[in-house]
Nanobody, 118 residues
Framework: QVQLVESGGGLVQAGDSLRLSCAPSGRTFSSGRMGWFRQAPWKEREFVAAIRWSGGITFYSDSVKGRFTISKDNAKNTVYLQMNSLKPEDTAVYYC???????????WGQGTQVTVSS
């Protein structure tokens, strides 16, 4: 069974950058999508960004467009989320997930905490 392992979270100040990594174990991906979601305290989980394994097409939420970049390294079977110009409202647990190109994300990582202080 595939497992997703996130890393790279931490505590930073507003304006700083962080890069999150998501490495699936137990399977090499060549199709479908990988996505990043986040959940802040007392809020519902929200979509952040996604990328298709084939072709590398990317998608972003309006709240992060222009600041965050999702990318993949096929050789390392790893997806990254580069987060620049971080804001306190970006504070959340960030999850990576995988799923088919069309449909729901069906496999989730355990999450990594990102805290942005003002």
């Amino acid at each position: 069974q595939v497992q997703l392992v996130e890393s790279g979270g931490g505590l930073v100040q507003a304006g700083d950058s962080l890069r999150l990594s998501c490495a699936p174990s137990g399977r090499t991906f060549s199709s479908g999508r990988m996505g990043w979601f986040r959940q802040a305290p007392w809020k519902e989980r929200e979509f952040v960004a996604a990328i298709r394994w084939s072709g590398g097409i990317t998608f972003y939420s309006d709240s992060v467009k222009g600041r965050f970049t999702i990318s993949k390294d096929n050789a390392k079977n790893t997806v990254y989320l580069q987060m620049n110009s971080l804001k306190p409202e970006d504070t959340a647990v960030y999850y990576c997930a995988t799923g088919p190109v069309v449909g729901t994300f069906n496999t989730w990582g355990q999450g990594t905490q990102v805290t942005v202080s003002s």
